[in-house]
């Protein structure tokens, strides 16, 4: 990873590996499966191609998504996610579930405004499909307990 350390925190690490909205939307949409450079900015419109290419390079150099270029006139490139990039994948169901408990969107409006449900969301067939099938990547997590830092009462006169 060629992000620099921020302060050690494994929380402030996480969040510079995944950077924008986009990222998180770019492992949703491969979470089904590879998908073609203009398929994804089909499913993330209104994304540019510029961002998106930009994107998907980052996440490639990160290791979350691996490029597939199968060559040929026109030019075959797939993009799918590594191991790494599907251990974000639990993170994408707590933020689905946070969605709805917050009532910020239901998957119909996704279908309303897009004709289809995202590849991710449960309401959709491939969603379905992709849930049941998806192997488990969670360890067990031991609940840690934050170190404190020591108060500093004194006072400083300049």
């Given at each position: 990873?060629?992000?620099?350390?921020i302060?050690?925190?494994?929380?402030?690490?996480?969040l510079?590996?995944?950077?924008?909205?986009?990222?998180m939307?770019?492992v949703?949409?491969l979470?089904?499966?590879?998908?073609r450079?203009?398929?994804?900015l089909?499913?993330l419109?209104?994304?540019?191609s510029?961002?998106?290419m930009?994107r998907l390079r980052?996440?490639?150099?990160?290791?979350?998504?691996?490029r597939?270029?199968?060559?040929?006139?026109p030019?075959?490139?797939?993009?799918?996610?590594?191991?790494?990039?599907?251990?974000?994948?639990?993170l994408?169901e707590?933020?689905?579930k946070?969605?709805?408990?917050?009532?910020?969107n239901?998957?119909?409006?996704?279908?309303?405004?897009?004709?289809?449900?995202?590849?991710?969301c449960p309401?959709?067939?491939a969603g379905?499909r992709?849930?049941?099938?998806?192997?488990v990547?969670?360890?067990?997590?031991?609940p840690?307990?934050?170190?404190?830092?020591?108060?500093d009462?004194?006072i400083v006169?300049?």
């Open positions: 990873m060629r992000r620099r350390k302060d050690g925190c494994p929380i402030a690490g996480a510079q590996l995944i950077g924008d909205k986009w990222t939307l770019v949703r949409d979470s089904a499966g590879p998908k450079t203009t398929e994804l089909e499913d419109h209104p994304i540019s510029r961002t998106l930009g980052e996440m490639e150099q990160d290791n979350l998504l691996l597939n270029n199968y060559g040929g006139l030019r075959r490139v797939e993009y799918e996610l590594t191991e790494r990039g599907r251990r974000l994948i639990p994408l707590a933020l689905m946070t969605g709805q408990a917050l009532e910020c239901d998957c119909d409006d996704r279908k309303e405004s897009a004709g289809y449900y995202c590849d991710f309401e959709g067939d379905e992709w849930i049941e099938e998806r192997p990547i969670s360890e067990p997590i031991e840690v307990e934050p170190i404190r830092r020591r108060q009462d004194s006169l300049l």
